[in-house]
């Protein structure tokens, strides 16, 4: 799956939408300078893996770190791990460093953090490398079914 895939989807849901060209980054704060944004306004989408091996996308503020520890229990698993560059692409269909927080290529099991939902739009990845996608946080959460949670 790819930034074209991305755009399909959130056109055919009838989603307000921008992706947004500029040289590669593979981090927030990579991506904050690129966009002239502060990372705050930047989210990480990252896969997990938890014990059961279901797969668990977590949402936060480029600023922030997601503790797995505390995730892990909140959701009821014993623990969770970063998803290999292979489970990425197997599960979403993108390539690291290309997670939009929608649109994967399977339904996934979504965690916002509440400290997203305060802002009226955030930068994402944009399904393919050198683009991000600015969308609502509250599409965000309707699209994926998101759990709101303090991560």
Known sequence: MNETDL??????????????KHGSSYRADEASR??????????????FIADRKDPVIIIVR?????????MAKLLGYKKLRLATPEELREITGYEPGTLPPVAHKQSIKTVLDEDV????????GGGSLGSS????????ARLQNALILKV
Do not use: C, W
Not at 7 to 20: M, T
Not at 62 to 70: F, L, N, P, S
Not at 133 to 140: E, F, G, N, V, Y
């Open 34 to 47: 690129e966009l002239n944004t502060d990372i705050k306004s930047i989210v990480k989408t990252v896969l």
């Open 133 to 140: 996608l600015k969308i609502s946080p509250k599409d965000i």
């Open 117 to 124: 939902m305060h802002m009226d739009y955030v930068y994402a």
């Open 62 to 70: 480029g600023d922030k770190r997601v503790d797995q520890t505390k």
């Open 7 to 20: 755009k399909r989807y959130l056109e055919e849901e009838g989603i307000s939408f921008k992706i947004i």
